[in-house]
């Protein structure tokens, strides 16, 4: 950076903060009551059909992957709702759904007519309210918030999905045991209700979006293919789903051996292996609160390359570990601390550079586009994962995996968004063909 850059930057008046901003605060209060009702409900849901139903192993795993099925179905098209309508209605309209969705699930139960039919169908619907209000709440922000103000925006967000992850489980679990399975699932319904009235408060007024299409199926899938076309047609944007991709398959595949090598492997035991787990909640954390400043510091292109890095080279160490003493725990755990601090960093950096090159108007479709393909490439990663373990051993696996959690950096590298500094690009106008890249 010259020293005119440096001295312009100096003279430049200083960025307000993101918490003078009376409206995020109420969308950062609304998403976090959210969030947690929805960590407290995915474990509630499954314990209910434990608890109180009785259900099988198999119709519990079935119960969890249909709650997840939305994002493989309905998250494009969600996309194309999220820019057609105005996206605080949305995430009201997706608490107070899912909230009602919920409270029916104990009324049945105190009724004797609850059943496991009834709980797919109820999760289904709940899981279809969280595609949207996840696309919605990614759209949303850049209407609230100014260019400058998206990273400190989304590291606050990022902290709260930190704190959720961490807490909701611990949460629900407490709910569980002190008022039933079923009043812990209506524990979340109420928080969903916390979430729709505090987002109702939001002042900011949205126009209504223009309709290129008309409202038929055709239409819905044309502004779908849009989407998909505007991604995939300019560099950056590819640059980042192709990153996605190669994490979440990798990733989701390691998960599978990594937890099986940590007892079958290591010869750890049930708490050592919740100390290591343990160890990714105060990392969540630490990645969400200094992910705000690095880019100011560091710019943003480094920024993402350094913590995308660290977060997934350190990785390759646990194929190294060996024994189940005191060490092997520490490294563990210091693995997977480094892991999700630096992690939570590059996604806060990553989101914020795909906010600001996307047009308003493609904001749904984008986030849509991105959550599509990282969910959808899970269940290859988590079928790869076993496959791997049995042919070639767990250890081998954990490396081999680790490699292509590593092989991620490269489309990332070879990008122009390594090449970003410390102002944010511009973005990615409308009348640009889709198909021409954007360097």
């Known amino acids: 950076m010259t020293d005119?850059?440096?001295?312009?930057?100096?003279?430049?008046?200083?960025?307000?903060?993101?918490?003078?901003?009376?409206?995020?605060?109420?969308?950062?209060?609304?998403?976090?009551?959210?969030?947690?009702?929805?960590?407290?409900?995915?474990?509630?849901?499954?314990?209910?059909?434990?608890?109180?139903?009785?259900?099988?192993?198999?119709?519990?795993?079935?119960?969890?992957?249909?709650?997840?099925?939305?994002?493989?179905?309905?998250?494009?098209?969600?996309?194309?709702?999220?820019d057609r309508a105005r996206r605080k209605n949305i995430l009201i309209a997706t608490d107070l759904g899912r909230a009602l969705v919920l409270s029916v699930v104990p009324v049945l139960y105190w009724t004797d007519r609850l059943g496991i039919s009834w709980l797919y169908v109820l999760g289904f619907l709940a899981g279809c309210g969280s595609v949207l209000f996840d696309v919605a709440g990614q759209a949303y922000l850049p209407r609230l918030v100014e260019r400058e103000q998206l990273t400190r925006g989304n590291s606050a967000l990022g902290a709260s999905q930190s704190a959720a992850t961490i807490g909701g489980p611990a949460l629900g679990g407490v709910l569980v045991q002190w008022l039933?399975?079923?009043?812990?699932?209506?524990?979340?319904?109420?928080?969903?209700?916390?979430?729709?009235?505090?987002?109702?408060?939001?002042?900011?007024?949205?126009?209504?979006?223009?309709?290129?299409?008309?409202?038929?199926?055709?239409?819905?899938?044309?502004?779908?293919?849009?989407?998909?076309?505007?991604?995939?047609?300019?560099?950056?944007?590819?640059?980042?789903?192709?990153?996605?991709?190669?994490?979440?398959?990798?990733?989701?595949?390691?998960?599978?051996?990594?937890?099986?090598?940590?007892?079958?492997?290591?010869?750890?035991?049930?708490?050592?292996?919740?100390?290591?787990?343990?160890?990714?909640?105060?990392?969540?954390?630490?990645?969400?609160?200094?992910?705000?400043?690095?880019?100011?510091?560091?710019?943003?292109?480094?920024?993402?390359?350094?913590?995308?890095?660290?977060?997934?080279?350190?990785?390759?160490?646990?194929?190294?570990?060996?024994?189940?003493?005191?060490?092997?725990?520490?490294?563990l755990m210091l693995i997977n601390f480094l892991f999700a601090s630096f992690g939570v960093a590059n996604n806060v950096t990553v989101l914020s550079i795909r906010q600001t090159l996307t047009p308003d108007s493609l904001q749904g479709r984008v986030a849509a586009t991105n959550r599509f393909v990282a969910m959808g490439i899970a269940p290859v990663g988590a079928l790869a994962g076993g496959l791997l373990g049995g042919a070639f051993g767990l250890r081998a696996t954990v490396l081999i995996t680790a490699i292509g959690l590593s092989s991620a950096l490269v489309p990332l590298a070879l990008s122009s968004l390594a090449r970003i500094r410390f102002d944010l690009p511009a973005q990615i106008p409308l009348t640009t063909p889709v198909t021409k890249e954007e360097a």
């Open 180 to 331: 039933t399975a079923p009043v812990a699932v209506l524990a979340g319904a109420l928080s969903y209700l916390v979430s729709a009235l505090t987002v109702a408060t939001i002042r900011h007024r949205e126009d209504r979006a223009e309709q290129s299409e008309r409202v038929t199926p055709a239409g819905t899938l044309r502004e779908v293919w849009a989407g998909l076309r505007f991604v995939f047609g300019n560099e950056p944007l590819r640059a980042m789903t192709v990153m996605a991709s190669i994490f979440n398959l990798s990733f989701t595949a390691l998960e599978v051996a990594f937890v099986q090598f940590m007892p079958r492997t290591l010869g750890l035991s049930a708490g050592e292996i919740g100390l290591v787990m343990a160890a990714l909640g105060p990392g969540f954390l630490v990645g969400a609160a200094f992910a705000g400043r690095l880019p100011q510091r560091f710019g943003y292109g480094r920024t993402m390359l350094v913590t995308a890095s660290i977060a997934n080279l350190v990785m390759l160490g646990i194929s190294t570990v060996h024994g189940s003493g005191f060490l092997a725990v520490g490294t």
């Open 4 to 82: 005119a850059t440096t001295a312009a930057e100096a003279a430049a008046p200083p960025t307000p903060s993101v918490w003078r901003n009376a409206d995020f605060t109420r969308l950062w209060t609304g998403q976090t009551a959210s969030l947690f009702a929805a960590q407290v409900s995915e474990l509630a849901l499954p314990l209910v059909a434990v608890l109180a139903l009785a259900a099988s192993s198999a119709q519990v795993g079935l119960l969890t992957s249909v709650v997840k099925l939305p994002y493989l179905l309905v998250s494009l098209f969600a996309g194309v709702l999220v």
